[in-house]
């Protein structure tokens, strides 16, 4: 019988935060300026330039760490990290190793198996560095520094995960966090939220961990799955063969579903790591953290039971409008205005979400207003429009939120409650018809469907459906 194999993973997740300013200077951390932009001395690397802390980033990085149970370290120091690279002006990188801000937390992941907490082992702040550009010149490769400076948190897990499901879980546990906390948007796509995965293998049952191999670039949840799965198939084939694991840094590659090595697995000693000589300690006193503490915003899981209670919800419309900070914050605005749970989360879950889906877009995408949402809910729910004007109406909402109620004046789209108006149409339609009006006598009941559907469409869709029903039954 062939060996059974045990995945060991854990993550080093790199989050960009969403302060207005870089780390040790006041440029910008917009982005997409022209290039070289948003740039000054300190974040060119320029000598004589003296980094200056920015207060911001270390209490997103303490907001993170309270929101995933850490120990907030109360004397905490940056390092230099040396090494040379085009895109690091400064040939070395601003970084913590020794006392990182934040130590000792976990989150906790649900998945098929149940719940699980997966450790932290720290979250540290650095500075992002500048982009090469390849690409497009044949004889030579560009230098933009916009990003260099830029805020990162890098939260490193324990090796504590067994599975990609296990990983995406957790990735996806983090992005929600780090989202309702304001910290930044978690874009695994735009690269503000990256993923390096530590893989390794061993026989089910053994104490020893195996060697791992770190995967980088990898930019979507589902690229993470398929490099978990390729790069597990491979030491295992490694192992099989009787042949070494080796440590080392490999890039996968998504289109090609396979991963190459990219250069051997550097330890913290390469780096001649020592304290960052520029900058002093940063003393966190328990004043400061008991004000991030008293700011951090309500999270999902306390949303998620709050939702059920005050708003009579199912757990599944929950569940999806707690999936994202965007859209819970329209659906409590909508609510808060129009009174109607109910019937903003079906906006949401069905209509929302169908258009998002043709459109690509994330919730994160959503731009039109709560207000808008609201009046459109109000309107269907006195009846001023029928419901198939009222999905038209609101897919001018999520395009170009539109105010419903003008558009409903100006395009002459109210319902039609006038029962004269529509008792007339219906004895016109009812005379044009008496083959239906014969089918419909005769038991067939699709006979008065179709007869609802030209009065209807004589109405141009404006006419009360209720109304029309009710009118029929008693003329016939
Ligand atoms: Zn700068």
Not at 142 to 164: C, F, H, K, Q, T
Not at 184 to 201: F, I, P, T
Request: with cysteine; proline share 4%.
């Amino acid at each position: 019988m062939s060996k059974q194999y045990e995945t060991v993973i854990g993550l080093e997740v790199h989050v960009e935060l969403a302060t207005k300013t870089k780390i040790f200077c006041s440029c910008s951390t917009e982005f997409g300026g022209a290039p070289n932009t948003h740039t000054c001395p300190v974040c060119t690397g320029m000598p004589g330039s003296l980094p200056v802390l920015n207060k911001k980033v270390v209490e997103y990085a303490m907001a993170v760490g309270l929101a995933t149970n850490c120990q907030i370290t109360r004397h905490c120091k940056f390092d230099r990290k040396n090494y040379f690279y085009p895109d690091n002006p400064q040939n070395y990188q601003i970084s913590q190793l020794y006392a990182p801000i934040c130590r000792n937390g976990y989150v906790e992941i649900e998945t098929e198996s149940g719940s699980k907490k997966v450790g932290i082992h720290e979250i540290h702040m650095e500075e992002d560095a500048g982009k090469l550009i390849h690409d497009e010149w044949e004889d030579c490769s560009l230098v933009d520094y916009n990003r260099s400076g830029v805020p990162l948190i890098e939260i490193v897990s324990e090796p504590d995960m067994r599975s990609a499901e296990e990983v995406i879980a957790y990735l996806d546990k983090l992005r929600l966090i780090i989202q309702y906390l304001g910290a930044s948007d978690c874009k695994l796509q735009e690269g503000s939220m990256r993923a390096d995965v530590n893989l390794s293998v061993r026989e089910v049952g053994a104490k020893e961990f195996g060697t791992r191999t770190e995967m980088k670039n990898l930019n979507s949840f589902k690229a993470i799955g398929r490099a978990i799965e390729g790069e597990r198939a491979r030491q295992i084939e490694l192992l099989e063969e009787g042949k070494q694991v080796i440590q080392e840094t490999r890039r996968w590659d998504d289109n090609k579903e396979a991963s190459h090595a990219m250069r051997s697995k550097e330890d913290a000693q390469d780096y001649r790591y020592f304290p960052e000589p520029d900058l002093v300690p940063v003393d966190i006193s328990e004043e400061w953290i008991e004000e991030v503490r008293s700011r951090q915003p309500e999270l999902r899981t306390e949303k998620l039971i709050r939702y059920k209670e005050e708003f009579d919800i199912p757990e599944y419309d929950a569940e999806i409008l707690t999936g994202s900070k965007q859209m819970a914050d329209l659906f409590e605005a909508a609510t808060a205005l129009c009174g109607k749970p109910k019937k903003v989360s079906n906006w949401l879950m069905v209509e929302t979400m169908r258009l998002l889906k043709e459109n690509g877009q994330e919730p994160e995408d959503l731009k039109f207003s709560p207000e808008h949402l609201a009046k459109l809910v109000d309107l269907a729910d006195a009846g001023s429009i029928n419901s198939t004007v009222a999905k038209e109406v609101f897919e001018h909402i999520f395009y170009e939120d539109i105010d419903p109620e003008a558009y409903v004046e100006e395009k002459g789209l109210k319902t039609v409650n006038d029962e004269g108006a529509l008792r007339e149409t219906v004895e016109r339609v009812i005379a044009a018809n008496p083959q239906s009006v014969a089918d419909y006598k005769g038991g067939k009941e699709k006979a008065l469907g179709f007869l609802v559907g030209q009065t209807m469409k004589e109405m141009k869709g404006k006419a009360n459906p209720g109304m029309v029903n009710q009118i029929l039954k008693e003329l016939l």
